[in-house]
């Protein structure tokens, strides 16, 4: 695997010598990461300034070196070099206003990044043409904890990607394909042991962060305060949580009801985001039945089924772990998400 390295404005600089091994973990909601092992060489020190970016021959993403160690004795003879994919340069960044949005998510994207300081190099690709849409205000919160928000409430995923002929970054949307047993338009993709695809699998379900119905408190005190329900349920199954929304502001020309959407909307994110969490992560050789980046790729949505667990699930691929070393690679999807994050607009 051909390793390069450019400087901060993608202007390139070298290939890294003799790289032991390369985790790239590529991430649907948020900013991945890498991690590379290299022997303590001359142009290996030059190329690893702070700042500097890595990319691969044909990957979509690069990452920034922000974490350096050396190492040498008689037994090792090395450098590990960490960092962030590209999309993390939003965590520089702050929403220095009041910002409220109601419409598409996608828009929100483009227009909460427009808000900030610009970032250096960085351009914005066209609309997709997403239909999800939200209502939701926010101020004097981080970029990129607001961008991730944004992306976990519509299903869409975020990146920066960087164009090394042009010399800037792209950022820009994107949704996966769905590839489960559930559609017949696109090409079904099944990992299973019956395909010689899923190995090492480790199965996760939880549902202590679950809810059903959310109270938002909005403006008032007391018993002035204006409060709405969303959701519900009866008995056991009923799992209520209280939102507070009281930095929601009625702002100047706000009817009753488009303030009574608002706070119902931020009743129905804390729900989003207070679901069953059920997620998957496998071990899979990546070409084999289905090849890698072509017949999935991160955000698609593929069918697991594992007999003698019971198992059979369509999920969306959240994070992929690409990892080469000694020559070879294999790659680790995970399908699903981890564990629930509610997804707090408030940021309290």
Known sequence: MEVRVYNRNLYRLGTVENQTSLIWTRRFFKPGEFELHAPNTEKNHELFARGNLVSMKGAVEAGIVEDLEKEESDLKNEMTVKGRFLSSYMDRRTIKTVFTFSGKIEEAMFKLYAACTAIP?????????????????????????????????????????????????????????DHSRSQSKNKRVIFSEDYNNLSNAIYKINDQSLKTCAIVGGNGEGTDRTLVTVGGGDGLDLREVFVDARDLTKEEGMTDAEYTALLKQRGQDALNGATLSESLECETEPSINFTYKEDYDLGDIVTVRKKNWGLYMDQRITELQEVYEYGGGYVVPTLGSPLPETIDWSDK
Do not use: C, W
């Not at 960087?162 to 949307?173: G, K, L, M, Q, R």
């Open 121 to 177: 190099n960085v351009q914005t690709a066209d609309l997709k043409g997403f239909d999800d849409t939200i209502s939701f205000q926010t101020s004097y919160k981080q970029l990129d904890v607001m961008e991730q928000k944004l992306s976990q409430q519509g299903l869409i995923g975020i990146r920066f990607r960087p164009d090394f002929d042009n010399h800037v970054i792209i950022f820009e949307t994107f949704k996966g394909v």
